[in-house]
């Protein structure tokens, strides 16, 4: 097992311990403006972080993070920052792009075979704003099959010894998903940013479980073509960083908003939710404890809210959306990019045993399994689920906030540190216990920032917590995020192998 330097000192106070992990860094997490800042200065080559970068992929191929390396391309475009011909806020910045969204010249495999030859002709908006301001796509990263998990347990793309992206704080774990392999690159150092897409969580959850920030932005906020869909109510590009900081400015990028600094957390208030804090693994419930208690002397007001509506109606609308239009929307994005291929195509070839059930006992034929073992048709599921199931969620929220009087809601994003690799992390049961807090929000169509909080005192494992807030308040959740990493400081980084 790999774990970071002095994770635990026996008989430390459990606040002790954590606020101990976080000074006890071999070194704080360099950050993307700090980088970009280097190489304009002269005091980096762009070249020489691109050479960083694949050295470090090279250091870290046990993680099975990278689907698909663009090395000498990214050279090259390095030596063009280097020489002046490229400029901007992110000008030589190494990123990783998750596999399921175009890149000029790379396949968006998504994970799957059957998408591993359908080679990209552009990139897509999101990927092609970042390019634009000079960041530099150094390899596509490893994910879940089609984005249909959250335990990155994927056979396609190894280059370790056993199957799934792992975890680089302990390699026996899994890295969480979909977008498991940029979170593990971003926690392991090897890049500071990252594309990674969400739907119910897959940006956050790995953020949160390799010890990275995590940006699901407000639906629509960011342009989504040119991305591998599940479904276009629900999906959106996002990124994982080292720190807050970094999301500032790599969403400040994509928008063109204005720079924000940290909130004054004196006076600020924040809501919590017994559903959301309820059942947490022992390492989770001490570094939420201890970030609590920490705000609380910061001066921010926790205020008791009722969220079991949310619960009540997110049960009712998440998965019809997501099997409903996986099919719809997959179809789509064949006809559009890979006309040769059809759904069924992508399905026989599907190497996941969890994503390929998924996709031909309810995804193709349209059936959803009912409480009673019975299948019903899914189609009128779904029109309810949007007609009504998904503005009532909305609703909900909106009073949630109005009524509490709260900028956001806080809570664990991920009730436990990151489960032992394999296929069983695959399971329903896990899935649903992954996603619990991270999947309402992503149906109401909401913004969630997840923020590195500290390191289990038990196993040493990171742990995030999560802002989520109204529709449009992306920049809000950011200052309070950047106040939120002040108190809480850096996480140290795993030792590299």
Do not use: C
């Not at 390095?78 to 990123?95: E, K, N, Y």
């Not at 990927?127 to 056979?155: C, D, K, Q, Y």
């Not at 956050?204 to 989504?224: E, H, K």
């Not at 390191?455 to 989520?468: A, F, K, Q, S």
């Amino acid at each position: 097992m790999r774990r970071v330097r002095a994770a635990m000192i026996g008989g430390a106070s459990v606040s002790a311990l954590l606020i101990g992990a976080a000074s006890a860094a071999a070194q704080e997490r360099a950050s993307v403006a700090g980088t970009v800042d280097a190489i304009v200065a002269g005091e980096q080559t762009a070249e020489a972080a691109v050479e960083d970068a694949l050295a470090a992929f090279d250091a870290w191929s046990e993680l099975n993070a990278v689907a698909v390396l663009d090395g000498e391309r990214a050279l090259e475009r390095a030596r063009a920052v280097d020489a002046g011909d490229v400029s901007g806020p992110l000008a030589g910045l190494p990123i990783v792009v998750k596999d399921n969204t175009q890149v000029e010249g790379l396949p968006a495999s998504a994970g799957t075979p059957a998408l591993r030859s359908v080679f990209s002709e552009e990139s897509a908006p999101i990927v092609e704003r970042l390019t634009l301001a000079g960041a530099i796509v150094v390899a596509t990263s490893n994910m879940h099959e089609l984005a249909f998990g959250i335990s990155g347990w994927n056979p396609v793309y190894q280059t370790g010894p056993e199957p799934g992206v792992r975890n680089p704080y302990d390699m026996s774990r899994f890295a969480g998903g979909s977008s498991s392999g940029t979170g593990a690159l971003v926690g392991a150092g090897a890049v500071l940013a990252g594309l990674g897409t969400d739907t119910g969580g897959s940006v956050r959850v790995p953020a949160a479980i390799n010890g990275a920030a995590g940006l699901r932005p407000t639906m629509d906020r960011y342009p989504a073509e040119g991305i591998v869909p599940i479904s276009s109510t629900r999906d959106t590009p996002g990124f994982i960083a080292a720190t807050v900081a970094d999301i500032e400015l790599l969403d400040r990028v994509v928008t063109g908003d204005d720079e924000v600094s940290a909130a004054d957390l004196d006076g600020l208030r924040l809501g919590i939710a017994p559903g959301f804090t309820a059942d947490l693994d022992a390492d989770v419930q001490a570094v939420w404890g201890d970030t609590i208690a920490r705000l609380e002397e910061a001066g921010v007001e926790m205020v008791d809210v009722d969220a079991s509506g949310i619960f009540e109606l997110n049960a009712t609308l998440s998965f019809p959306i997501a099997f409903y239009e996986g099919k719809r929307d997959l179809v789509a994005y064949l006809d559009a990019y890979a006309p040769d291929l059809t759904i069924e195509d992508v399905v026989s070839e599907i190497a996941s045993p969890d994503v390929k059930g998924t996709y031909e006992t309810i995804v193709l034929p349209g059936q959803l399994p009912m409480p009673d073992g019975t299948m019903a048709e899914l189609g009128p599921i779904y029109e309810s689920a949007i007609s009504e199931g998904r503005p009532a969620l909305i609703a909900e929220y909106e009073s949630i906030f109005d009524e509490g009087g709260i900028d956001a809601l806080i809570f664990p994003t991920v009730p436990q540190v990151a489960a032992v690799a394999g296929p069983e992390a695959s399971s329903p049961e896990m899935f649903s216990r992954i996603i619990r807090n991270t999947d309402p929000g992503s149906n109401a169509g909401l913004p969630g920032l997840s923020v590195p909080a500290a390191l289990g005192p038990e196993t040493g494992l990171p742990v995030g917590i999560e802002l989520d807030g109204p529709a449009g308040s992306d920049r809000r959740l950011i200052e309070i995020g950047l106040a939120i990493e002040d108190v809480l400081g850096p996480l140290p980084r795993p030792d590299a192998p």
